[in-house]
């Protein structure tokens, strides 16, 4: 993998983030679902790939439901994929060391870890030798462990901070 390449999934993910923020932003409009369902009914039969996607639109519950997940699957997608990408690349460029040395390296490991199995604190031995953990105001200790991710334990900004610290990162400090 190349630099530019890394750089170019880090930029991907960041438009996924903004791009379902503005989804949120657009779907809390009272006249989105009406629009929506015009739109729709423009759209020949071949083209509609969802036909029920209307009914979601209409139902309010459940829209603001969906339309938070997909914002929440954006941010853990980044977190998820981003982190063994870096990883990688500072393998296979020979700066591992420091990667690992950064002050946000072991808080997004955790996050990783958290988000990439069942969304709760699994902490083991390793993990746990390196607590407390805090970057960027936001403390990551052993009463953590065995709950769940919650957004107060990190927030949407606290997140994207961290995935713009990793992209900083890699501009300015990887070969």
């Known amino acids: 993998m190349k630099k530019q390449d890394l750089l170019g999934f880090f930029q991907t993910k960041i438009n ?15 006249d989105m679902p009406a629009f929506f369902e015009e739109l729709h ?3 020949g039969k071949e083209i509609k790939v969802f036909p029920d996607a209307v009914s979601l639109i209409k139902d309010k519950a459940s829209m603001r439901i ?3 997940e997909l914002y929440q699957s954006s941010y853990r997608s980044a977190v998820k994929e981003l982190f063994p990408l870096i990883k990688l690349y500072c393998h296979q460029t020979r700066q591992l060391e420091n990667l690992k040395s950064q002050p946000w390296f072991q808080f ?19 993990e746990k030798s390196k607590l407390p953990i805090t970057w960027s105001g936001v403390t990551l ?33 990887l070969g």
């Open 16 to 30: 996924l983030i903004q791009l379902s923020y503005a989804s949120l932003i657009l779907w809390s409009h009272e």
């Open 41 to 43: 009914d423009e759209l």
């Open 66 to 68: 969906a339309a938070e």
């Open 108 to 126: 997004w490991r955790i996050l990783r870890n958290c988000w990439s199995h069942d969304m709760i604190f699994n902490l083991n031995p390793d």
């Open 141 to 173: 200790d052993k009463s953590i462990n065995g709950k769940p991710l919650t957004h107060g334990v990190c927030s949407y900004q606290k997140l994207y901070e961290l995935i713009q610290a990793g992209q900083k990162y890699v501009q300015q400090e």
